[in-house]
Protein backbone atom coordinates (compact mmCIF):
# COMPACT_ATOMS: atom_id res chain seq x y z
CA UNK A 1 0.00 0.00 0.00
CA UNK A 2 1.02 3.39 -0.92
CA UNK A 3 0.67 5.74 2.08
CA UNK A 4 1.73 9.88 2.44
CA UNK A 5 3.02 11.05 4.92
CA UNK A 6 3.58 14.69 3.53
CA UNK A 7 1.68 15.26 0.07
CA UNK A 8 3.77 15.68 -3.09
CA UNK A 9 3.41 15.71 -7.05
CA UNK A 10 4.77 12.30 -7.85
CA UNK A 11 4.16 13.29 -11.83
CA UNK A 12 6.38 16.37 -11.52
CA UNK A 13 9.34 13.93 -10.26
CA UNK A 14 12.45 14.26 -12.60
CA UNK A 15 15.21 12.68 -10.87
CA UNK A 16 15.45 9.56 -8.63
CA UNK A 17 18.32 8.42 -6.64
CA UNK A 18 18.25 4.69 -5.63
CA UNK A 19 19.38 3.07 -2.12
CA UNK A 20 21.19 -0.02 -3.58
CA UNK A 21 21.01 -3.20 -0.85
CA UNK A 22 17.35 -3.85 0.28
CA UNK A 23 15.97 -1.41 -2.22
CA UNK A 24 16.82 -2.53 -5.62
CA UNK A 25 19.04 -5.56 -4.84
CA UNK A 26 18.85 -8.78 -2.20
CA UNK A 27 22.41 -9.16 -1.88
CA UNK A 28 21.45 -10.39 2.21
CA UNK A 29 22.82 -13.50 1.56
CA UNK A 30 25.91 -13.02 -0.22
CA UNK A 31 26.61 -10.13 2.32
CA UNK A 32 26.11 -12.35 5.40
CA UNK A 33 28.63 -14.98 4.12
CA UNK A 34 31.29 -12.42 3.13
CA UNK A 35 30.80 -10.83 6.76
CA UNK A 36 30.78 -14.92 8.42
CA UNK A 37 33.92 -15.74 6.32
CA UNK A 38 35.62 -13.21 7.93
CA UNK A 39 34.91 -13.91 11.10
CA UNK A 40 35.60 -17.53 10.70
CA UNK A 41 39.06 -16.73 9.17
CA UNK A 42 39.86 -15.13 12.55
CA UNK A 43 38.55 -17.39 14.61
CA UNK A 44 35.42 -16.11 15.86
CA UNK A 45 31.84 -16.81 16.35
CA UNK A 46 29.50 -16.40 13.38
CA UNK A 47 26.89 -14.24 13.54
CA UNK A 48 22.98 -14.99 12.67
CA UNK A 49 21.97 -13.26 9.42
CA UNK A 50 19.39 -11.24 10.88
CA UNK A 51 22.22 -9.54 12.93
CA UNK A 52 24.28 -9.39 10.27
CA UNK A 53 21.71 -7.64 7.96
CA UNK A 54 20.61 -5.13 10.31
CA UNK A 55 24.39 -3.89 10.42
CA UNK A 56 24.18 -3.32 6.56
CA UNK A 57 23.62 0.19 5.37
CA UNK A 58 26.38 2.39 6.45
CA UNK A 59 29.13 1.06 4.81
CA UNK A 60 31.55 -1.79 4.48
CA UNK A 61 34.00 0.00 7.34
CA UNK A 62 30.96 -0.20 9.80
CA UNK A 63 29.88 -3.33 8.57
CA UNK A 64 32.98 -5.02 9.49
CA UNK A 65 33.27 -2.71 12.98
CA UNK A 66 29.79 -4.00 14.22
CA UNK A 67 30.51 -7.54 13.18
CA UNK A 68 33.87 -7.68 14.78
CA UNK A 69 32.85 -5.98 17.84
CA UNK A 70 35.78 -5.08 19.40
CA UNK A 71 36.13 -1.92 17.98
CA UNK A 72 39.54 -0.68 20.19
CA UNK A 73 41.56 -3.36 18.23
CA UNK A 74 42.63 -1.43 14.74
CA UNK A 75 44.52 -3.80 13.15
CA UNK A 76 41.60 -6.69 13.81
CA UNK A 77 39.53 -4.09 11.91
CA UNK A 78 41.93 -3.50 9.18
CA UNK A 79 42.48 -6.78 8.64
CA UNK A 80 38.75 -8.00 9.04
CA UNK A 81 37.41 -5.30 6.36
CA UNK A 82 40.72 -6.60 3.74
CA UNK A 83 39.27 -9.82 4.28
CA UNK A 84 35.92 -9.39 3.86
CA UNK A 85 36.26 -6.73 0.65
CA UNK A 86 38.27 -9.36 -0.96
CA UNK A 87 35.82 -12.26 -0.18
CA UNK A 88 32.74 -10.10 -1.04
CA UNK A 89 34.55 -9.18 -4.13
CA UNK A 90 34.85 -13.07 -5.50
CA UNK A 91 30.90 -13.79 -4.08
CA UNK A 92 28.94 -10.32 -4.42
CA UNK A 93 26.79 -12.51 -6.98
CA UNK A 94 26.68 -16.06 -5.98
CA UNK A 95 22.77 -15.59 -4.54
CA UNK A 96 22.35 -11.54 -5.18
CA UNK A 97 19.52 -10.79 -7.68
CA UNK A 98 17.42 -7.61 -8.08
CA UNK A 99 14.07 -7.67 -5.94
CA UNK A 100 11.01 -9.37 -8.04
CA UNK A 101 9.50 -6.72 -9.99
CA UNK A 102 12.32 -4.06 -9.92
CA UNK A 103 13.53 -3.94 -13.58
CA UNK A 104 9.67 -3.54 -14.80
CA UNK A 105 8.99 -0.78 -12.47
CA UNK A 106 12.25 0.67 -13.69
CA UNK A 107 11.19 0.56 -17.67
CA UNK A 108 7.65 1.75 -16.45
CA UNK A 109 9.00 4.92 -14.39
CA UNK A 110 11.32 5.95 -17.09
CA UNK A 111 8.43 5.68 -19.78
CA UNK A 112 5.67 6.89 -17.74
CA UNK A 113 6.91 10.48 -18.15
CA UNK A 114 6.69 12.74 -21.65
CA UNK A 115 9.57 14.97 -20.78
CA UNK A 116 11.68 12.11 -19.55
CA UNK A 117 13.25 11.01 -16.15
CA UNK A 118 16.94 10.31 -14.87
CA UNK A 119 17.56 8.23 -12.40
CA UNK A 120 20.49 7.24 -10.14
CA UNK A 121 21.94 5.14 -7.71
CA UNK A 122 23.47 6.21 -4.55
CA UNK A 123 25.15 3.62 -2.33
CA UNK A 124 27.26 3.66 0.97
CA UNK A 125 28.96 0.12 -0.55
CA UNK A 126 32.11 0.39 -2.32
CA UNK A 127 31.90 2.01 -5.89
CA UNK A 128 33.60 -1.10 -7.81
CA UNK A 129 31.05 -3.84 -6.64
CA UNK A 130 28.11 -1.49 -6.83
CA UNK A 131 29.12 -1.24 -10.30
CA UNK A 132 29.44 -4.42 -11.16
CA UNK A 133 26.34 -5.87 -9.64
CA UNK A 134 23.82 -3.25 -11.54
CA UNK A 135 25.48 -4.17 -14.66
CA UNK A 136 25.87 -7.80 -14.27
CA UNK A 137 21.84 -8.26 -13.27
CA UNK A 138 20.77 -5.56 -16.11
CA UNK A 139 20.14 -2.86 -14.46
CA UNK A 140 22.86 -0.22 -15.38
CA UNK A 141 21.47 1.54 -18.62
CA UNK A 142 18.35 2.50 -16.65
CA UNK A 143 20.73 5.01 -14.69
CA UNK A 144 22.68 8.00 -15.37
CA UNK A 145 25.51 7.81 -12.84
CA UNK A 146 25.99 4.60 -9.93
CA UNK A 147 28.10 6.38 -7.01
CA UNK A 148 29.47 4.40 -3.77
CA UNK A 149 30.65 4.88 -0.40
CA UNK A 150 33.98 5.87 -1.46
CA UNK A 151 33.44 8.01 -4.31
CA UNK A 152 32.84 11.10 -2.23
CA UNK A 153 34.60 12.23 0.78
CA UNK A 154 31.78 11.59 3.28
CA UNK A 155 29.07 8.59 3.16
CA UNK A 156 24.71 8.98 3.72
CA UNK A 157 23.36 10.50 5.51
CA UNK A 158 25.48 13.81 4.78
CA UNK A 159 23.92 14.99 1.18
CA UNK A 160 27.00 15.33 -1.10
CA UNK A 161 26.17 12.18 -2.62
CA UNK A 162 22.37 13.86 -3.61
CA UNK A 163 23.72 17.72 -4.28
CA UNK A 164 26.40 16.23 -6.70
CA UNK A 165 23.53 14.21 -8.76
CA UNK A 166 21.46 17.65 -8.49
CA UNK A 167 24.27 19.24 -10.04
CA UNK A 168 25.29 17.03 -12.48
CA UNK A 169 22.19 16.67 -13.84
CA UNK A 170 20.48 19.56 -13.37
CA UNK A 171 17.82 19.07 -11.28
CA UNK A 172 16.28 20.66 -7.89
CA UNK A 173 15.04 19.88 -5.45
CA UNK A 174 11.92 20.27 -5.74
CA UNK A 175 11.46 17.79 -8.51
CA UNK A 176 13.93 15.10 -6.93
CA UNK A 177 13.47 11.89 -4.53
CA UNK A 178 15.41 9.20 -2.96
CA UNK A 179 14.11 6.01 -2.67
CA UNK A 180 15.62 3.37 -0.11
CA UNK A 181 14.64 0.97 2.74
CA UNK A 182 16.38 2.43 6.33
CA UNK A 183 16.56 5.81 7.91
CA UNK A 184 20.09 6.34 5.88
CA UNK A 185 18.06 6.82 3.07
CA UNK A 186 15.71 9.07 4.38
CA UNK A 187 17.87 11.18 6.62
CA UNK A 188 20.06 11.59 3.46
CA UNK A 189 16.80 13.38 1.53
CA UNK A 190 15.93 15.39 4.19
CA UNK A 191 19.53 16.92 4.93
CA UNK A 192 19.47 17.72 1.38
CA UNK A 193 15.79 18.79 0.89
CA UNK A 194 14.65 16.19 -1.28
CA UNK A 195 11.51 14.22 -1.20
CA UNK A 196 11.84 10.80 0.70
CA UNK A 197 10.48 7.43 -0.18
CA UNK A 198 10.64 4.48 2.26
CA UNK A 199 10.50 0.45 0.92
CA UNK A 200 8.91 -1.86 3.61
CA UNK A 201 10.74 -4.87 1.65
CA UNK A 202 14.30 -4.49 2.09
CA UNK A 203 16.66 -4.72 4.94
CA UNK A 204 16.23 -1.89 7.82
CA UNK A 205 12.27 -1.11 7.30
CA UNK A 206 11.34 -1.05 11.52
CA UNK A 207 14.10 1.85 11.08
CA UNK A 208 11.94 3.70 8.54
CA UNK A 209 9.71 4.51 12.20
CA UNK A 210 12.80 6.71 13.42
CA UNK A 211 12.41 8.99 10.26
CA UNK A 212 9.47 8.72 8.09
CA UNK A 213 9.65 9.35 4.48
CA UNK A 214 7.26 11.37 2.86
CA UNK A 215 5.98 7.93 0.86
CA UNK A 216 6.22 4.66 1.99
CA UNK A 217 5.46 1.42 -0.25
CA UNK A 218 5.38 -2.24 0.65
CA UNK A 219 6.53 -3.76 -2.79
CA UNK A 220 8.67 -2.82 -5.97
CA UNK A 221 5.25 -3.24 -8.25
CA UNK A 222 4.12 0.37 -6.19
CA UNK A 223 7.28 2.08 -7.46
CA UNK A 224 6.00 2.43 -11.02
CA UNK A 225 2.28 2.71 -9.73
CA UNK A 226 3.18 5.74 -8.01
CA UNK A 227 5.36 7.65 -10.22
CA UNK A 228 2.46 6.88 -13.17
CA UNK A 229 0.28 8.79 -11.13
CA UNK A 230 -1.24 12.31 -12.02
CA UNK A 231 -0.45 13.91 -8.86
Given at each position: ???F????????????I??L???L??S?????H??????????L???????????????????????????????L??????Y??????E??????V????????????????????????L???????????V????????????YG???????K?????????????????????????SS???V?????????C??????????L???????????P???A?????Q?
Open positions: MIKSRKFDPSQIRLLFDDGTIDRLDLISVNAMLRHFKSELPGDVVASYVGDGASMLVRRALGDLSDEDFQQGLEFLSYYRHKLDYTEYPGIKNALSRICSSNGYGRQMAVTNKPVMPARAINALGLGDFFVSVGNSFSTKPDPLGVNTLLKETGHNIRDSIIIGDIDITGRNAGIWTGVTYGFAPQTSIAPPDVLIDKQELALFESG
